[in-house]
């Protein structure tokens, strides 16, 4: 039990080292902002921003209910040019 417990653990630690500035985009002072201004954050921190929506709401009538991340990708060569893509899920 205590394995398992150090593995769960360590798994969720490895996930919000990852996340680090998209964990960060949901974070806020007075809590999370509004949907755009996460979209907004997210794509002034240089990532490549793909919206997962579920329903037919404006988009200032939804909540982030997920920010996941894929790996990097490189659109040129020269010079070389990597944009990270991050999945949000919205529920409007």
Known sequence: MKRFAVAAFTASGLTVAALGPVSQ????????GSAQNTLDTLKANGFHVVINR???ASLDQCTVTGIRKAGPVTVSADPKVVRTT???????
């Open 25 to 32: 985009a949901l974070a806020a002072p007075s809590g999370p």
């Open 54 to 56: 579920v329903g037919q």
């Open 86 to 92: 991050v999945y949000v899920d919205l529920r409007c």
